[in-house]
Protein backbone atom coordinates (compact mmCIF):
# COMPACT_ATOMS: atom_id res chain seq x y z
CA UNK A 1 0.00 0.00 0.00
CA UNK A 2 1.07 3.45 -0.59
CA UNK A 3 -0.21 4.70 2.71
CA UNK A 4 0.80 3.26 5.98
CA UNK A 5 -0.11 4.13 9.41
CA UNK A 6 1.69 7.01 10.78
CA UNK A 7 1.55 4.74 14.28
CA UNK A 8 0.16 1.38 15.61
CA UNK A 9 -3.73 0.80 15.53
CA UNK A 10 -4.44 1.11 19.19
CA UNK A 11 -2.17 3.86 19.89
CA UNK A 12 -3.96 5.96 18.07
CA UNK A 13 -7.02 4.65 18.94
CA UNK A 14 -5.74 5.63 22.81
CA UNK A 15 -4.51 9.31 21.47
CA UNK A 16 -8.22 9.66 19.86
CA UNK A 17 -10.13 8.82 22.60
CA UNK A 18 -8.35 10.69 25.05
CA UNK A 19 -8.77 14.08 22.33
CA UNK A 20 -12.30 13.04 22.12
CA UNK A 21 -12.79 13.57 25.98
CA UNK A 22 -11.72 17.27 25.69
CA UNK A 23 -13.17 18.42 22.83
CA UNK A 24 -16.31 20.40 23.18
CA UNK A 25 -20.16 19.53 23.06
CA UNK A 26 -21.54 19.35 19.08
CA UNK A 27 -23.24 22.26 18.91
CA UNK A 28 -26.54 22.38 16.37
CA UNK A 29 -27.19 24.04 13.71
CA UNK A 30 -30.39 26.30 13.94
CA UNK A 31 -32.95 26.24 11.10
CA UNK A 32 -33.74 29.08 9.57
CA UNK A 33 -36.97 29.87 7.80
CA UNK A 34 -37.55 31.40 4.28
CA UNK A 35 -35.32 34.66 3.60
CA UNK A 36 -36.58 37.13 0.96
CA UNK A 37 -33.98 38.94 -1.10
CA UNK A 38 -31.21 36.68 -0.99
CA UNK A 39 -28.36 36.80 -3.68
CA UNK A 40 -27.54 33.74 -5.42
CA UNK A 41 -24.22 32.87 -3.61
CA UNK A 42 -26.41 33.27 0.11
CA UNK A 43 -28.85 30.98 -1.02
CA UNK A 44 -26.52 28.70 -1.96
CA UNK A 45 -25.02 29.18 1.60
CA UNK A 46 -28.61 28.87 3.16
CA UNK A 47 -29.27 25.89 1.09
CA UNK A 48 -26.14 23.89 2.09
CA UNK A 49 -26.15 24.90 5.61
CA UNK A 50 -29.27 23.87 6.50
CA UNK A 51 -29.19 20.39 4.76
CA UNK A 52 -26.06 19.70 6.30
CA UNK A 53 -27.88 19.56 9.17
CA UNK A 54 -29.75 16.09 8.23
CA UNK A 55 -26.05 14.70 8.37
CA UNK A 56 -25.08 16.87 11.62
CA UNK A 57 -27.94 17.06 13.89
CA UNK A 58 -29.63 14.07 12.91
CA UNK A 59 -27.00 11.65 12.48
CA UNK A 60 -26.66 8.29 14.69
CA UNK A 61 -25.39 10.17 18.12
CA UNK A 62 -23.09 6.69 19.11
CA UNK A 63 -21.47 5.93 15.31
CA UNK A 64 -22.59 9.72 13.57
CA UNK A 65 -23.53 7.73 10.55
CA UNK A 66 -26.22 9.23 8.68
CA UNK A 67 -29.69 7.92 9.36
CA UNK A 68 -31.26 6.15 6.14
CA UNK A 69 -34.66 8.20 6.33
CA UNK A 70 -36.13 11.20 8.67
CA UNK A 71 -39.38 9.09 9.36
CA UNK A 72 -40.70 5.53 10.49
CA UNK A 73 -43.03 5.60 7.20
CA UNK A 74 -40.79 2.12 5.96
CA UNK A 75 -40.72 0.87 9.63
CA UNK A 76 -37.14 2.54 9.89
CA UNK A 77 -36.15 2.79 13.28
CA UNK A 78 -34.22 5.18 15.18
CA UNK A 79 -30.66 2.69 14.97
CA UNK A 80 -31.11 1.96 11.13
CA UNK A 81 -27.78 3.80 9.54
CA UNK A 82 -27.03 3.72 5.79
CA UNK A 83 -23.44 2.79 4.66
CA UNK A 84 -23.97 4.47 1.19
CA UNK A 85 -25.47 7.43 2.66
CA UNK A 86 -23.01 7.91 5.40
CA UNK A 87 -20.35 8.21 2.32
CA UNK A 88 -22.70 11.40 0.71
CA UNK A 89 -22.53 12.72 4.44
CA UNK A 90 -18.82 12.45 4.97
CA UNK A 91 -18.25 14.54 1.77
CA UNK A 92 -21.16 16.69 2.56
CA UNK A 93 -19.00 17.09 6.79
CA UNK A 94 -16.04 18.25 4.33
CA UNK A 95 -18.01 20.58 2.83
CA UNK A 96 -19.66 22.25 6.02
CA UNK A 97 -16.02 22.39 7.23
CA UNK A 98 -15.10 24.36 4.16
CA UNK A 99 -17.76 26.32 4.33
CA UNK A 100 -17.06 27.16 7.83
CA UNK A 101 -20.43 26.18 9.29
CA UNK A 102 -19.08 23.92 11.79
CA UNK A 103 -15.64 24.63 13.27
CA UNK A 104 -12.47 22.53 12.09
CA UNK A 105 -12.68 20.46 15.75
CA UNK A 106 -16.35 19.99 15.48
CA UNK A 107 -15.38 18.03 11.69
CA UNK A 108 -12.38 16.37 13.09
CA UNK A 109 -14.40 14.79 16.29
CA UNK A 110 -17.08 13.62 13.88
CA UNK A 111 -15.11 11.98 11.65
CA UNK A 112 -13.27 10.57 14.30
CA UNK A 113 -16.58 8.78 15.65
CA UNK A 114 -17.44 7.67 12.23
CA UNK A 115 -13.90 6.13 11.62
CA UNK A 116 -13.87 4.70 15.07
CA UNK A 117 -17.36 3.25 14.71
CA UNK A 118 -16.62 1.55 10.93
CA UNK A 119 -12.94 -0.03 12.33
CA UNK A 120 -15.42 -2.38 14.77
CA UNK A 121 -18.31 -2.42 12.73
CA UNK A 122 -19.24 -5.71 10.88
CA UNK A 123 -17.75 -6.21 7.39
CA UNK A 124 -17.66 -9.42 4.98
CA UNK A 125 -14.33 -9.55 3.32
CA UNK A 126 -13.84 -6.12 4.15
CA UNK A 127 -16.97 -4.81 2.51
CA UNK A 128 -20.35 -3.09 4.70
CA UNK A 129 -23.77 -4.12 4.08
CA UNK A 130 -26.53 -1.55 2.90
CA UNK A 131 -27.83 -1.04 6.77
CA UNK A 132 -25.96 -1.11 10.31
CA UNK A 133 -27.39 -0.93 13.48
CA UNK A 134 -25.67 2.81 14.64
CA UNK A 135 -24.99 1.96 18.01
CA UNK A 136 -23.97 -1.64 17.90
CA UNK A 137 -22.60 -1.87 14.54
CA UNK A 138 -24.27 -5.55 13.60
CA UNK A 139 -26.15 -5.94 10.33
CA UNK A 140 -29.30 -5.22 9.82
CA UNK A 141 -30.64 -6.86 6.56
CA UNK A 142 -32.02 -4.91 3.93
CA UNK A 143 -33.88 -7.85 2.44
CA UNK A 144 -34.37 -11.36 3.13
CA UNK A 145 -31.25 -12.57 1.65
CA UNK A 146 -29.34 -8.88 1.38
CA UNK A 147 -28.04 -9.56 4.63
CA UNK A 148 -24.20 -8.99 3.89
CA UNK A 149 -21.93 -6.76 2.09
CA UNK A 150 -23.04 -4.50 -0.64
CA UNK A 151 -19.81 -3.21 -2.59
CA UNK A 152 -22.22 -0.30 -3.67
CA UNK A 153 -22.99 1.06 -0.92
CA UNK A 154 -19.41 0.44 0.35
CA UNK A 155 -18.21 2.03 -2.82
CA UNK A 156 -20.26 5.18 -2.49
CA UNK A 157 -19.03 5.17 1.61
CA UNK A 158 -15.51 4.75 0.18
CA UNK A 159 -15.70 7.78 -2.27
CA UNK A 160 -16.46 9.50 0.84
CA UNK A 161 -13.92 8.14 3.14
CA UNK A 162 -10.49 8.51 0.26
CA UNK A 163 -12.09 12.30 0.17
CA UNK A 164 -11.40 12.98 3.89
CA UNK A 165 -8.38 10.96 3.85
CA UNK A 166 -7.31 14.06 1.54
CA UNK A 167 -8.85 16.29 3.66
CA UNK A 168 -7.99 16.11 7.19
CA UNK A 169 -3.82 16.15 6.83
CA UNK A 170 -2.59 17.77 9.61
CA UNK A 171 0.50 16.10 11.29
CA UNK A 172 -1.69 15.73 14.91
CA UNK A 173 -2.85 12.28 16.75
CA UNK A 174 -6.75 13.05 15.55
CA UNK A 175 -6.16 13.54 11.93
CA UNK A 176 -3.61 11.00 11.74
CA UNK A 177 -5.98 8.56 13.05
CA UNK A 178 -8.61 9.42 10.83
CA UNK A 179 -6.53 8.85 7.81
CA UNK A 180 -4.94 5.85 9.55
CA UNK A 181 -8.46 3.80 9.62
CA UNK A 182 -9.36 4.75 6.35
CA UNK A 183 -6.08 3.29 4.85
CA UNK A 184 -6.79 -0.04 7.10
CA UNK A 185 -10.09 -0.14 5.88
CA UNK A 186 -9.31 0.56 2.39
CA UNK A 187 -6.78 -2.12 2.36
CA UNK A 188 -8.33 -4.84 3.89
CA UNK A 189 -11.60 -4.31 1.30
CA UNK A 190 -11.34 -7.81 -1.21
CA UNK A 191 -12.79 -6.14 -4.73
CA UNK A 192 -11.44 -9.20 -6.17
CA UNK A 193 -13.99 -11.39 -4.05
CA UNK A 194 -16.52 -9.71 -5.71
CA UNK A 195 -15.89 -10.90 -9.08
CA UNK A 196 -17.77 -14.32 -7.75
CA UNK A 197 -14.74 -16.93 -7.95
CA UNK A 198 -12.97 -14.41 -10.87
CA UNK A 199 -15.64 -14.05 -13.03
CA UNK A 200 -15.36 -10.65 -15.44
CA UNK A 201 -17.80 -9.21 -13.83
CA UNK A 202 -18.47 -7.43 -10.09
CA UNK A 203 -21.42 -8.54 -8.43
CA UNK A 204 -24.01 -6.37 -5.94
CA UNK A 205 -24.07 -8.96 -3.24
CA UNK A 206 -22.57 -11.66 -0.97
CA UNK A 207 -24.19 -13.46 2.12
CA UNK A 208 -22.10 -15.16 4.49
CA UNK A 209 -25.68 -17.24 5.00
CA UNK A 210 -26.83 -17.33 1.34
CA UNK A 211 -23.65 -17.09 -0.51
CA UNK A 212 -24.28 -15.02 -4.31
CA UNK A 213 -27.76 -16.79 -3.98
CA UNK A 214 -28.91 -12.77 -5.12
CA UNK A 215 -26.90 -13.28 -8.22
CA UNK A 216 -27.03 -9.46 -8.86
CA UNK A 217 -23.91 -8.79 -11.25
CA UNK A 218 -23.96 -4.67 -11.85
CA UNK A 219 -23.73 -3.62 -15.58
CA UNK A 220 -23.67 0.10 -16.79
CA UNK A 221 -24.60 2.31 -17.22
CA UNK A 222 -25.90 3.44 -14.41
CA UNK A 223 -25.08 4.91 -10.88
CA UNK A 224 -22.37 1.85 -9.88
CA UNK A 225 -19.56 3.18 -12.33
CA UNK A 226 -17.53 4.26 -9.03
CA UNK A 227 -17.24 0.65 -7.63
CA UNK A 228 -15.52 -0.31 -10.35
CA UNK A 229 -13.34 2.37 -10.42
CA UNK A 230 -12.80 1.98 -6.71
CA UNK A 231 -12.19 -1.87 -7.62
CA UNK A 232 -9.24 -0.73 -9.91
CA UNK A 233 -7.89 1.16 -7.68
CA UNK A 234 -7.18 -1.11 -5.00
CA UNK A 235 -3.62 -1.56 -4.06
CA UNK A 236 -4.25 -5.20 -2.46
CA UNK A 237 -7.31 -6.80 -4.00
CA UNK A 238 -7.66 -5.05 -7.53
CA UNK A 239 -10.00 -6.01 -10.25
CA UNK A 240 -8.33 -6.11 -14.16
CA UNK A 241 -9.83 -4.18 -16.75
CA UNK A 242 -10.95 -7.18 -18.05
CA UNK A 243 -13.79 -7.33 -15.17
CA UNK A 244 -15.12 -3.50 -16.41
CA UNK A 245 -15.03 -3.83 -20.31
CA UNK A 246 -16.32 -7.62 -20.01
CA UNK A 247 -18.51 -7.02 -17.43
CA UNK A 248 -19.92 -3.59 -16.63
CA UNK A 249 -19.81 -2.39 -20.22
CA UNK A 250 -21.53 -5.26 -21.36
CA UNK A 251 -25.33 -4.82 -21.46
CA UNK A 252 -28.09 -4.04 -23.54
CA UNK A 253 -28.46 -0.54 -21.67
CA UNK A 254 -25.11 0.43 -21.98
CA UNK A 255 -24.39 2.14 -25.32
CA UNK A 256 -26.79 4.54 -26.47
CA UNK A 257 -26.46 7.43 -29.39
CA UNK A 258 -29.78 8.52 -29.55
CA UNK A 259 -30.76 12.17 -29.62
CA UNK A 260 -33.45 13.42 -27.33
CA UNK A 261 -34.99 16.76 -27.67
CA UNK A 262 -31.98 17.38 -29.58
CA UNK A 263 -29.57 16.31 -27.22
CA UNK A 264 -27.27 13.50 -27.98
CA UNK A 265 -26.76 10.81 -24.95
CA UNK A 266 -23.64 8.84 -25.22
CA UNK A 267 -24.50 5.80 -22.93
CA UNK A 268 -27.36 4.44 -20.59
CA UNK A 269 -31.33 4.01 -21.14
CA UNK A 270 -33.54 6.17 -23.00
CA UNK A 271 -33.51 9.62 -22.09
CA UNK A 272 -30.97 9.13 -19.38
CA UNK A 273 -33.05 6.85 -16.58
CA UNK A 274 -33.21 8.75 -12.98
CA UNK A 275 -31.11 11.84 -12.89
CA UNK A 276 -29.07 9.75 -9.51
CA UNK A 277 -27.19 7.96 -12.78
CA UNK A 278 -25.42 11.34 -13.65
CA UNK A 279 -24.64 12.43 -9.96
CA UNK A 280 -24.32 9.54 -6.99
CA UNK A 281 -21.06 7.99 -8.58
CA UNK A 282 -19.97 11.65 -10.00
CA UNK A 283 -19.33 13.32 -6.44
CA UNK A 284 -15.94 12.64 -5.86
CA UNK A 285 -15.01 11.16 -9.73
CA UNK A 286 -14.66 14.54 -12.02
CA UNK A 287 -16.33 14.05 -15.23
CA UNK A 288 -14.94 16.77 -16.37
CA UNK A 289 -12.41 16.29 -19.41
CA UNK A 290 -12.85 12.49 -18.14
CA UNK A 291 -13.49 10.19 -21.12
CA UNK A 292 -12.58 6.18 -21.79
CA UNK A 293 -13.12 4.42 -24.70
CA UNK A 294 -16.91 4.45 -24.74
CA UNK A 295 -17.86 7.97 -23.67
CA UNK A 296 -16.75 11.84 -22.93
CA UNK A 297 -18.24 11.76 -19.16
CA UNK A 298 -19.28 15.43 -19.15
CA UNK A 299 -20.99 15.33 -22.03
CA UNK A 300 -23.10 12.06 -21.04
CA UNK A 301 -23.88 13.77 -17.32
CA UNK A 302 -24.80 17.37 -18.95
CA UNK A 303 -26.88 15.98 -21.84
CA UNK A 304 -28.82 13.70 -19.48
CA UNK A 305 -29.74 16.54 -17.39
CA UNK A 306 -30.77 18.34 -20.01
CA UNK A 307 -32.73 15.56 -21.68
CA UNK A 308 -34.47 15.48 -18.32
CA UNK A 309 -35.17 19.21 -18.10
CA UNK A 310 -36.46 19.58 -21.19
CA UNK A 311 -38.47 16.21 -20.65
CA UNK A 312 -40.15 18.59 -17.78
CA UNK A 313 -40.81 21.16 -19.66
CA UNK A 314 -42.06 19.65 -22.86
CA UNK A 315 -44.37 17.40 -20.17
CA UNK A 316 -46.50 15.67 -22.39
CA UNK A 317 -48.57 14.03 -19.36
CA UNK A 318 -49.40 17.52 -18.88
CA UNK A 319 -48.79 17.42 -14.73
CA UNK A 320 -49.21 20.06 -13.14
CA UNK A 321 -46.48 22.42 -12.13
CA UNK A 322 -43.82 21.02 -14.59
CA UNK A 323 -41.86 23.48 -16.52
CA UNK A 324 -38.21 25.50 -16.95
CA UNK A 325 -37.80 26.25 -13.43
CA UNK A 326 -39.61 23.19 -11.87
CA UNK A 327 -37.93 19.59 -13.24
CA UNK A 328 -35.75 16.84 -11.94
CA UNK A 329 -37.37 13.11 -11.75
CA UNK A 330 -35.18 10.96 -9.75
CA UNK A 331 -35.51 7.87 -7.87
CA UNK A 332 -37.45 9.48 -4.48
CA UNK A 333 -40.36 9.11 -1.88
CA UNK A 334 -43.60 9.64 -4.06
CA UNK A 335 -47.91 9.36 -3.38
CA UNK A 336 -47.95 5.65 -3.63
CA UNK A 337 -44.49 4.75 -1.48
CA UNK A 338 -41.19 5.18 -3.52
CA UNK A 339 -39.99 4.78 -7.26
CA UNK A 340 -37.13 5.80 -9.39
CA UNK A 341 -38.57 8.47 -11.56
CA UNK A 342 -37.41 9.06 -14.88
CA UNK A 343 -39.20 10.27 -18.38
CA UNK A 344 -39.67 6.54 -18.96
CA UNK A 345 -41.39 6.47 -15.78
CA UNK A 346 -42.99 9.75 -15.16
CA UNK A 347 -45.48 9.60 -12.08
CA UNK A 348 -46.05 13.57 -11.79
CA UNK A 349 -43.66 13.55 -9.24
CA UNK A 350 -40.61 16.10 -8.73
CA UNK A 351 -37.63 15.57 -6.82
CA UNK A 352 -35.55 18.75 -5.36
CA UNK A 353 -32.36 16.66 -5.04
CA UNK A 354 -32.40 16.24 -9.02
CA UNK A 355 -32.08 19.60 -10.12
CA UNK A 356 -30.27 20.86 -7.64
CA UNK A 357 -27.91 17.98 -7.08
CA UNK A 358 -27.28 18.79 -11.21
CA UNK A 359 -25.68 22.59 -10.32
CA UNK A 360 -22.04 21.16 -11.31
CA UNK A 361 -23.83 20.78 -14.82
CA UNK A 362 -26.38 23.05 -15.04
CA UNK A 363 -25.74 25.85 -12.78
CA UNK A 364 -28.09 28.67 -14.28
CA UNK A 365 -31.15 26.04 -14.98
CA UNK A 366 -30.52 24.69 -11.17
CA UNK A 367 -30.38 27.84 -9.69
CA UNK A 368 -34.03 28.91 -11.55
CA UNK A 369 -35.17 25.37 -9.81
CA UNK A 370 -33.42 26.44 -6.77
CA UNK A 371 -35.48 29.84 -6.41
CA UNK A 372 -38.61 28.52 -7.53
CA UNK A 373 -38.65 25.70 -5.29
CA UNK A 374 -37.27 27.97 -2.12
CA UNK A 375 -39.15 31.21 -2.96
CA UNK A 376 -42.91 29.86 -4.75
CA UNK A 377 -42.96 26.26 -2.70
CA UNK A 378 -40.79 26.71 -0.18
CA UNK A 379 -43.73 26.70 2.53
CA UNK A 380 -44.91 23.42 1.82
CA UNK A 381 -41.31 21.83 1.08
CA UNK A 382 -38.66 23.54 3.07
CA UNK A 383 -37.96 22.17 6.34
CA UNK A 384 -35.35 21.08 9.23
CA UNK A 385 -32.87 19.55 7.12
CA UNK A 386 -33.47 21.65 3.47
CA UNK A 387 -36.10 20.97 1.01
CA UNK A 388 -38.27 17.14 1.36
CA UNK A 389 -37.83 14.49 -0.17
CA UNK A 390 -40.24 15.00 -3.29
CA UNK A 391 -43.33 16.83 -4.22
CA UNK A 392 -46.48 15.96 -6.73
CA UNK A 393 -48.62 19.36 -7.03
CA UNK A 394 -50.87 17.02 -9.94
CA UNK A 395 -52.03 14.68 -6.51
CA UNK A 396 -51.54 18.02 -4.17
CA UNK A 397 -49.01 15.63 -2.03
CA UNK A 398 -46.48 16.76 -0.41
CA UNK A 399 -43.03 14.70 1.01
CA UNK A 400 -42.64 15.20 4.68
CA UNK A 401 -39.33 12.93 4.84
CA UNK A 402 -35.91 13.22 4.02
CA UNK A 403 -33.28 10.67 2.85
CA UNK A 404 -29.72 10.77 3.33
CA UNK A 405 -29.27 9.54 -0.36
CA UNK A 406 -31.11 12.40 -1.35
CA UNK A 407 -29.58 15.03 0.80
CA UNK A 408 -26.04 14.58 0.91
CA UNK A 409 -25.60 15.09 -3.32
CA UNK A 410 -27.06 18.67 -2.70
CA UNK A 411 -24.76 19.74 -0.90
CA UNK A 412 -22.02 17.86 -2.51
CA UNK A 413 -22.58 18.77 -5.79
CA UNK A 414 -23.54 22.44 -5.16
CA UNK A 415 -20.19 22.52 -3.56
CA UNK A 416 -18.44 21.12 -6.79
CA UNK A 417 -20.29 23.66 -8.93
CA UNK A 418 -18.75 26.50 -6.08
CA UNK A 419 -15.43 25.16 -5.58
CA UNK A 420 -14.83 21.89 -7.17
CA UNK A 421 -13.51 20.59 -3.59
CA UNK A 422 -14.82 17.16 -3.68
CA UNK A 423 -13.81 16.59 -7.35
CA UNK A 424 -10.05 18.11 -6.19
CA UNK A 425 -10.01 15.49 -3.30
CA UNK A 426 -10.89 12.39 -4.85
CA UNK A 427 -9.13 13.10 -7.87
CA UNK A 428 -5.65 13.84 -5.69
CA UNK A 429 -5.70 9.97 -4.99
CA UNK A 430 -3.14 8.33 -6.10
CA UNK A 431 -5.10 5.41 -6.52
CA UNK A 432 -7.48 6.74 -8.45
CA UNK A 433 -5.31 8.02 -10.78
CA UNK A 434 -3.76 4.48 -11.26
CA UNK A 435 -7.24 3.08 -11.46
CA UNK A 436 -8.95 5.39 -14.24
CA UNK A 437 -5.58 4.74 -16.20
CA UNK A 438 -5.93 0.75 -15.84
CA UNK A 439 -9.30 0.99 -17.14
CA UNK A 440 -8.04 3.57 -20.01
CA UNK A 441 -9.80 6.60 -18.38
CA UNK A 442 -8.15 9.91 -19.54
CA UNK A 443 -8.64 12.59 -17.67
CA UNK A 444 -7.87 16.29 -17.54
CA UNK A 445 -8.79 17.02 -14.42
CA UNK A 446 -5.43 14.96 -12.94
CA UNK A 447 -1.90 16.33 -13.44
CA UNK A 448 0.36 14.80 -16.16
CA UNK A 449 3.30 12.56 -14.80
Partial sequence: M????ILPILLLTTLSVSAQKKAPATEAIKPVGIIKNLSDSALLDVVQRQTFRYFWDFGHPVSGMARERSNKSFDYGDEVVTTGGTGFGVMALIAADHRKFITH????????KIVNFLYKAKAYHGAFPHWMNGATGETIPFGRRDDGADIVETA?????LL?????????NPQESRIRGVINSLWG??????FTRDGRDNIYWHWSPNYGWAMN????????????YILAASSDRYPVGANVYHGGWAQSDFFKNGHTYYGYKLPLGF???GPLFFSQYSFLGLNPKGLKDRYADYWEQNLNHTLINRAYCIDNPKKYKGYGENCWGLTASDNYEGYNAHAPDNDLGVITPTAALSAFAYTPEYSMKALRHFYYDLGDKIWGEYGFTDAFSESHNWYAKSYLAIDQGPIIVMIENHRSGLL??????????????????FTSTAIAKK
Avoid at 166 to 171: E, I, K, S
Fill in 105 to 112: EQAVNRML
Fill in 270 to 272: AYG
Fill in 163 to 171: CARQYFTAD
Fill in 156 to 160: YLFQG
Fill in 2 to 5: KYKL
Fill in 188 to 193: ELEWNW
Fill in 216 to 227: FPIRGFNECLIT
Fill in 423 to 440: WKLFMSCPEIQNGLDKLG
